[in-house]
């Protein structure tokens, strides 16, 4: 079982930067899709940004690329996804997401994603 535990959201302003951050554990299989998704109320989630363990894949919604930056500490089994120029349309509960696979495919779909975090909410004033 896979455990992935997200932190690193806050509020900023329009113009900032954050690094969330998404610890994980329980890894049974030697390659996954990571991905970060993040959520508005009302809203169905949407896949921001993923990569393949690894490997070189790596992936970004048009909303972010440019943005923001997904990256993988393989010593400390930690995601990141660096955050800058934040706007407040970027407003979210932000989740890490992964599933053992040997490739990242349809990365925007939670469906493909066995495991999930608990969120960390992120908040940018304009």
């Known amino acids: 079982q896979v455990t992935l535990v997200e932190s690193g959201g806050g509020s900023v302003q329009a113009g900032g930067s954050l690094r969330l951050s998404c610890a994980a554990s329980g890894y049974t299989s030697t390659r996954y899709c990571m991905a970060w998704f993040r959520r508005v109320p009302g809203k169905e989630r949407e896949g921001v940004a993923a990569l393949l363990t690894d490997s070189r894949f790596v992936y970004y919604s048009d909303s972010v690329k440019g943005r923001f930056t997904i990256s993988r500490d393989d010593a400390k089994s930690t995601l990141y996804l660096q955050m800058h120029s934040l706007k407040p349309e970027d407003t979210a509960m932000y989740y890490c997401?992964?599933?053992?696979?040997?490739?990242?495919?349809?990365?925007?779909?939670?469906?493909?994603?066995?495991?999930w975090g608990q969120g960390t909410q992120v908040t940018v004033s304009s």
């Open positions: 997401a992964a599933d053992a696979r040997q490739f990242c495919m349809g990365v925007r779909r939670e469906i493909n994603y066995a495991y």
